[in-house]
Every structure is written in C-alpha cells, then in structure tokens.
C-alpha cells in the first residue's frame, strides 16, 4: 500500500465520519434575510416569535420562506409604487383598501394584491404564537356563542370555509364596531377591508402557507392551524374593533 492511498482511505474515512454526524444533527433554520425592499413608507413587520416557535404545527422553513419572501415582496411592491404615486405614499393601509375604487385604474391592481397581502400578514402574524390554542373566554367566546354558534359549531364551520376556497385565499372573522362576527372567505389577497369591514383574524390557504409541512392536506392544515392561535391577542382585537380602534 502506498502512502498516498493509506492517505487517501483516512480521508475518506474522515469524511464519511463528517457526513454522518452532519446527518445525526438537528436541523435548525435560520431567519433568511429579507429580500431588500426599497425604502417607503410601508415595512415588513417584526415577529414576536421565532421562525421555529410555531412547530410542529407550521414549520421553521415554511414559516421563514413566508415571512421573509412572500411579504416582504408585497411591502417591496407597495414602496415601488409609492415612489412615483403620492397617494400611496400618504394614505394608510386601511384607508388605501377601504377607498381602493377610488384609485386610478394602473393603481388599483397593485394595492389590491401587494396591499391586500401586506395587511392579511400583518394581522396573520399577530394572531399567532407559541404556547397557542386552546379555546377563548370574556367577551370573544360570548360572541362566537351568539354569532357563530359556538366554538365547535365555528370551528367547522371556519375549517369548511377554507377547504371551499378554490385555489389560493384566505378565510376570515370579521367583526363590527358593535361586536358582532361574521365568517367570510376570500380569494387570493383580497381582504375584508377592501368592503370597510373589520378583520379579527383569519388563517391563509395559499399554498405557501402550508405545502411543505402538509403538501395538498389543506384540512389537516386547518385543522393543525388552531394550536397556533393566540386567543389573547385575538380578543385584544376584538376589544380595540369595539373600541373603533383597530386598523389592520
């Protein structure tokens, strides 16, 4: 045996062993950085959990990939079309959904999809959190009780809602200044808003929101989706709406 071949066989040997334990080693995701987004007066917003605090339930990958690409494109698109559009560039997200007939014609698809997509994150990713799900109390569960009849009863019937959606969308509460619900499901990144009706929350049903977890099991989905929902954050929603304080 030469010394280059005894040489050879160590190395291999070593990096086989390499292999292995990079195999063996937890996965961890890393918070990818956000494509660069143009500055304007819309911005991506800040999480108060980490990619990886939802698991099982949505994974760090999706979760990541979601946050980081999917809205961070819709803020990048509103602020390019904010450049050279004043009314974009001053109005707010509410108002700018709410009054989206008013817009000239070349603006209106933009808002409606990037701006549509910006608010339906931003209330997505407060509703949620780590050490989530349960059942919710006070004022909220008397409302689902009178309106949605009952926790279970709504449950399903939300469930249902988002497995009818064709294609990509998003399944939503909606909620008056008088307290009252409302089940309401929408296409693509159409948002209740868009109606001047007020969001509680709502789950998304695009694909990228799921697929890598769950590939086409839309209903375990759903289903999973209620472990992750933080009933304090959504009952701090519904008192602001009662309040006439709540925007997004």
Not at 21 to 34: D, N
Not at 162 to 189: E, H, I, Y
């Amino acid at each position: 045996m030469t010394v280059f071949t005894a040489l050879s066989r160590r190395g291999a040997l070593r990096l086989g062993a390499a292999a292995l334990a990079l195999a063996a080693a937890p996965k961890v995701w890393a918070q990818a950085a956000a494509p660069a987004a143009p500055a304007g007066p819309f911005s991506l917003p800040k999480r108060s959990y980490e990619a990886n605090a939802l698991e099982p339930h949505i994974d760090a990958q999706t979760m990541d990939i979601h946050y980081s690409r999917h809205h961070a494109a819709y803020v990048a698109a509103l602020n390019n079309a904010a450049k050279d559009n004043g009314v974009i560039a001053k109005a707010s997200l509410a108002d700018l959904l709410a009054d989206l007939g008013q817009l000239p014609d070349n603006l209106r698809t933009v808002v409606r999809n990037n701006g549509g997509g910006h608010a339906n994150h931003s209330m997505f990713w407060e509703v949620m959190g780590p050490g989530a799900g349960g059942a919710p109390g006070g004022d909220l569960a008397a409302a689902i009780t009178r309106d949605l009849g009952g926790f279970d009863k709504f449950k399903a019937d939300f469930e249902a809602a988002g497995l009818r959606v064709f294609g990509s969308g998003w399944v939503f509460v909606t909620v008056d200044r008088g307290g009252k619900l409302a089940l309401l499901p929408k296409p693509n990144q159409d948002s209740p808003l868009m109606e001047k009706q007020l969001v509680l929350f709502g789950n998304d049903v695009w694909e990228h929101a799921y697929y890598l977890k769950y590939q086409n099991r839309r209903a375990d989905y759903l289903k999973s989706w209620w472990n992750v929902v933080d009933w304090t954050k959504v009952g701090a929603r519904y008192a602001a709406a009662k309040a006439g304080t709540l925007a997004i």
